[in-house]
């Protein structure tokens, strides 16, 4: 099997929250707390180290295309996306990771392992999507693996496995990209006109995501960068740069000593 990621067509989520549940459980990641934030159904408003799937509830004043929002005369639409890490090509968690604890599978997939993981944490700000997160009890780092170890067995991720209408989809990542483009033209034919793929461009700021998404509306609604880049893209010119200056320095000691020693 070549590379292989997730399709989120978030313009068939039913916010059911089930691919939530289905990967808790396989994965036995712990409860986030279960509590009423007063903002909206979703309770567990962004992911972290005890939630790997997330399902964004956006609700807006507009009407969604040519369907009927089933409300009256009110212009009503949800929209409702399952987040979850974004297992990026140029992916800075992998880079600025010092004991290993982060790896690249022969998926494509970014996974930590936790028994080597040392909980310093570098990876929580490197991360361009606020993905990864380290959990209270213990310290240590977690984020979705994409089912590593389903993948080895032939079977789909959980998630994808439980989505009762195949708004998550798992595959081959160019198979996906090709199927994705098609799913646009038609959301787009229904009268969508803002709907957009996001994170399936190779060329974007974080070498193209291993899950990417349709979504309705602009990026920033669902709570996601608009123009995502690898936290780390500057580091080899940083590195050089702190050379040169080294370099300048220790010129500079070396020129002063050789005059001291010249007068004296």
């Given at each position: ?20 549940v289905a ?125 590593y ?46 709907a ?6 190779p ?12 979504l ?49």
């Amino acid at each position: 099997m070549g590379r292989v990621g997730f399709f989120t067509d978030t313009s068939i989520c039913i916010g059911c929250k089930a691919c939530e549940v289905a990967c808790k459980e396989w994965n036995a990641v712990p409860d986030d707390g279960l509590t009423f934030t007063g903002m909206s159904y979703d309770n567990t408003v962004s992911l972290s180290a005890d939630t790997w799937r997330h399902v964004a509830f956006v609700e807006q004043r507009r009407p969604l295309g040519h369907q009927e929002p089933g409300v009256g005369d009110m212009d009503f639409r949800w929209l409702m996306a399952s987040d979850v890490c974004k297992h990026c090509t140029e992916a800075a968690c992998l880079d600025v990771c010092p004991t290993g604890s982060l790896f690249r599978t022969e998926y494509g997939t970014v996974v930590v392992q936790e028994d080597i993981c040392n909980g310093c944490g570098y990876c929580v700000p490197a991360c361009p999507f606020g993905v990864i997160g380290k959990r209270e009890s213990g310290g240590l780092a977690a984020k979705c693996t994409m089912c590593y170890d389903r993948l080895g067995d032939g079977q789909e991720p959980a998630c994808a496995k439980t989505c009762p209408t195949d708004s998550i989809q798992f595959g081959d990542l160019d198979e996906l990209r090709e199927r994705a483009a098609l799913r646009l033209d038609q959301v787009r034919e229904e009268g969508i006109g803002s709907a957009r793929l996001y994170g399936h461009d190779p060329d974007d700021g974080v070498g193209g995501m291993g899950a990417f998404f349709l979504l309705l509306d602009e990026p920033e609604v669902y709570g996601l960068p608009p123009d995502p880049v690898v936290t780390t893209r500057d580091l080899p010119s940083m590195w050089r740069h702190a050379g040169v200056a080294a370099l300048a320095l220790l010129a500079g000691v070396a020129a002063t000593t050789f005059s001291w020693r010249r007068r004296g």
